[in-house]
């Protein structure tokens, strides 16, 4: 990282919001890494924090007025706006983002954001009916069709006492996107990729189903990771709130056995395979029809077994490389080594889901890959971004083959 952020020109926008405070930690971080930052806040942000915090971790003066002028014979959202190889806006508030959107420029952020060629990149934070808000929302996809990168917000408790989507991004994902916006890392260019995420549902009757936890978080950003990476990736997700990656064909389905007919079809033209839907290894015998009644004290369900998907694609393997995952409550290394063999695998990904942090539905992970050899390498808590583009590194520093097929 240090590498590639060295000089990098960097115009942090600070707006109004309870995590501007975070926004120190960023610029501190760039700093760190040999960027060079100059910060611009909005009136509401210096409420929340010092221009002089801000002046001392980046070694410039901080541009918070439209009238006052640093040089004399410069104008500050011209000079900004000239000078940034990118401007991130962190946090980025409802209201900048309707702005931005709306080609409202009214002080000294949005008119430097207005006259700015650099990539532009919001990590919004919000309470999380204000970044629900269907209005909100449709800005956001506005924006980013038109090319400006988000960095999606965190769930967890916000600083107003909800719980919800609207924290901060960490801020270790915020610098990952300004650094892979500076890599525009290609290395998964000409790759195909495959990605299963989220649950399965397995129908007893038209409103009822057996299912899990995931929450598709996971494998989404597994194949955004991918696609920032230039690969071409087919998303095949359980029913999942989230919305599809940028630049990724997202297809939906319900059962096991839609995402076995689904993945078979896409298979045979891919050359990586991340499978970390948690696919539902039963489903009910009997699907009713009608809503079934409870007119008896008791009601047997008989489950069959559904395909196993990942088994299949070991058995149909060529030269694909085939990446499980194992979520596990005991014996974690052992259960996970088993199914390696038992699937045919490359790699696999062993989620202690017992452990705090790690698994199902929040916004980090931490686990061990393991690879056909039995080599353990430990991935520690990150956010899943972050999570998703460490195990895409250790898997194609083991898979040489793959830069010949992409030569083919
Ligand atoms: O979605 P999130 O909330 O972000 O959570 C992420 C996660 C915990 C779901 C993810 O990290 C994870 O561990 N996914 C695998 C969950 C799982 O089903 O594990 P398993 O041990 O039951 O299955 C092993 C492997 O076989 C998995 O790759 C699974 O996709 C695959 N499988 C399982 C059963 C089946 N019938 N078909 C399959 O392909």
Redesign the pocket.
């Known amino acids: 990282m240090e590498a590639v952020l060295k000089e990098k020109k960097v115009v942090i926008g600070i707006t109004g919001g309870i995590a501007a405070y975070k926004a120190a930690e960023l610029v501190s971080s760039l700093m760190k890494h040999g960027a060079r930052a100059k910060v611009i806040m909005t009136k509401n942000a210096t409420e929340f924090i010092s221009p002089l915090t801000l002046e001392t971790l980046s070694g410039n003066p901080v541009y918070y007025d439209m009238f006052s002028r640093t040089s004399p014979w410069e104008i500050d959202h011209i000079s900004l706006a000239k000078w940034a190889d990118v401007l991130a806006v962190v946090p980025a508030t409802a209201n900048i983002i309707g702005k931005v959107c709306h080609g409202i420029a009214d002080d000294l952020l949005t008119t430097t954001i207005m006259a700015t060629q650099a990539q532009v990149i919001f990590a919004p934070a919000m309470n999380t009916n204000m970044y629900k808000n269907p209005i909100v929302q449709e800005n956001i996809e506005a924006l980013k069709k038109k090319g400006y990168i988000f960095v999606s917000p965190a769930e967890g408790r916000l600083a107003c006492g909800d719980v919800g989507e609207g924290k901060l991004a960490a801020i270790e994902d915020i610098l990952r996107a300004i650094t892979d916006y500076f890599v525009r890392k290609q290395d998964l260019k000409g790759i195909r990729v495959l990605v299963?995420?989220?649950?399965t549902r397995e129908y007893l009757d038209p409103v009822r189903f057996i299912s899990?936890?995931?929450?598709?978080?996971?494998?989404f950003?597994i194949a955004a990771a991918c696609a920032s990476r230039g690969a071409e990736v087919e998303l095949v997700t359980g029913p999942?709130r989230l919305s599809p990656p940028e630049g990724v064909n997202m297809h939906p389905v319900e059962t096991?056995l839609e995402m076995y007919e689904r993945v078979m079809k896409l298979y045979p033209s891919c050359h990586i395979v991340f499978?970390?839907?948690?696919?539902?290894?039963y489903r009910p015998q009997a699907y009713h029809e009608q809503k079934i009644k409870k007119d008896s004290d008791r009601l047997v369900l008989t489950l069959v077994k559904?395909?196993?998907?990942?088994?299949e694609?070991g058995r149909r393997k060529k030269d694909q490389i085939l990446v499980?995952?194992?979520?596990?409550t005991h014996n974690v290394l052992e259960?996970a080594m088993k199914?390696i063999r038992e699937?045919n695998l490359d790699f696999?990904?062993a989620?202690d889901?017992t452990q705090s942090g790690a698994?199902?539905?929040?916004d980090t992970?931490k686990?061990d890959l393991i690879t056909r050899v039995g080599e353990i390498i430990e991935i520690p808590l990150l956010g899943?971004n972050e999570f998703a583009h460490r195990m895409i590194d250790e898997v194609l520093k083991r898979s040489p083959h793959l830069a010949i097929r992409k030569n083919c």
């Open positions: 299963t995420a989220g649950p899990n936890p995931s929450s598709g978080k996971m494998g950003a999942v096991a499978k970390s839907a948690a696919v539902s290894d559904n395909p196993d998907i990942l088994k694609l499980g995952f194992a979520a596990e259960n199914k699937k696999i990904l989620n889901v698994g199902f539905m929040g992970n686990g899943k």
